[in-house]
């Protein structure tokens, strides 16, 4: 099977995420970026759009009744650029990891347009 979209982590937020989860919650998020990277049409039970923002999408990973999520975008079309993630506590995703996410992603393209990346 060919892949649909690369998967690229932007610095080390997303692995510093990673590697502080049980490891049957690692398994569960390689699974989703695993569908993510190589299925055409994505549910959005895996990865939905951030209402409000322009291009922030929240990837999403639960494992009996804990959520998380992981923010992301796309960079030319294919890419999906892995940014922060957190443990969801509540019905809503805070504003506060909105924020770091769309600086993040803000910073990435400021680092791109530089030629830093």
Not at 26 to 53: A, S, W
């Amino acid at each position: 099977m060919e892949k649909i979209r690369t998967i690229v982590a932007y610095k080390d937020y997303f692995e510093e995420f990673l590697v502080n989860q049980p490891v049957k919650v690692q398994n569960k998020i390689f699974k989703i970026l695993e569908i993510i990277e190589y299925q055409q049409y994505i549910p959005t039970r895996y990865i939905e759009h951030i209402k409000g923002t322009e291009g922030l999408y929240e990837t999403k990973f639960s494992l009996g009744s804990d959520i998380w999520r992981v923010f992301c975008f796309f960079d030319e079309g294919r890419l999906v650029i892995l940014l922060n993630g957190f443990q969801k506590k509540t019905q809503k995703t805070p504003r506060t990891e909105i924020s770091i996410a769309l600086r993040l992603k803000a910073e990435y393209f400021e680092e791109k347009r530089k030629g830093k990346i």
